[in-house]
């Protein structure tokens, strides 16, 4: 029996889903529409990768989930109720670190609870337990500039993360850094993501990097007017270990499956630009 699928129907087995968008459609003021007729479904406690061409419309559909647009047409749910920029239940992890750059990591990190107005003794233990999590003790009152890229990238998710979120959305969180470094960052994910129970809808141009990390992987359509034209299960087991995941047979399956849909897609995308 498949140890993943068993992870993911225990944490989804009767419970409302996390996300569902209904018929969404989207476009920026009079112009062609980025999204069309979207519909997803997002169980609670899963990790959803969504891939797609460039310019498929893959961040903007993170930021309908997050209530930072509204849709053109169509509802986005969370949880159960309508969306807005004022949900709680929502973190977000983007391209680039949003790291104050005079602030220390652990007051980056620290920076959530101070705004929900944890005391400061409190918050500043929490945040150095949360980037020991995620390997950078000894690193607290280091500066942004102070640190690596991948560093960074840890604090990132470490600030995001120390506020609770039920729904997590990250988009291209770690397309600055280097493809060993990206693997590491992804291991780091995976431990976080297993301990919480938590809903994570990922972001990425990199098709192993989607397969290695997710329960699941969506394929938009080339755009405008994206929709979904695939949704793949990713029956490998867990926990993963993305040191050596790629070597497997069933991992190179995955993506082959995965590629066929998203090759075509991506030629369409090609096959526009030289027009």
Not at 17 to 35: D, E, I, K, Q
Not at 48 to 76: D, N, R, Y
Not at 101 to 112: D, F, K
Not at 248 to 256: G, H, I
Request: proline share 6%; glycine share 10%.
């Amino acid at each position: 029996m498949d140890t993943a699928a068993c992870g993911s129907t225990a944490r989804t087995a009767g419970a409302r889903p996390a996300v569902v968008l209904g018929g969404v459609g989207f476009s920026y003021g009079s112009a062609r529409p980025v999204l069309d007729d979207v519909n997803l479904t997002v169980p609670p406690g899963r990790f959803v990768s969504i891939v797609g061409p460039s310019g498929c419309g893959k961040s903007s559909l993170l930021h309908l989930i997050a209530g930072l647009a509204a849709p053109t047409t169509g509802t986005v749910e969370l949880l159960g109720r309508p969306v807005n920029a004022q949900r709680h239940e929502i973190g977000y992890v983007f391209q680039q670190d949003v790291l104050l750059p005079w602030r220390t990591l652990e007051q980056n990190v620290a920076l959530g609870p101070q705004l929900a107005g944890t005391r400061r003794a409190a918050r500043l233990r929490e945040a150095r337990e949360w980037l020991a999590r995620v390997g950078l003790a000894g690193f607290e009152d280091s500066y942004p500039h102070q640190v690596s890229g991948g560093m960074r990238r840890r604090a990132a998710i470490a600030q995001t993360w120390i506020t609770g979120p039920d729904v997590l959305l990250m988009d291209e969180p770690f397309s600055a850094v280097d493809v060993q470094m990206r693997t590491l960052l992804g291991n780091a994910l995976l431990g976080l993501w297993g301990e919480s129970g938590q809903t994570v809808v990922f972001v990425t141009h990199d098709l192993e990097e989607a397969v290695s990390l997710s329960d699941e992987v969506i394929v938009l359509s080339s755009g405008p007017a994206s929709t979904v034209v695939g949704r793949f299960p990713v029956l490998l087991e867990r926990p993963r270990d993305l040191l050596d995941i790629r070597t497997r047979p069933a991992f190179r399956e995955v993506c082959d499956r995965v590629w066929q849909t998203l090759r075509d897609e991506v030629a369409a995308t090609y096959g526009e630009a030289r027009r």
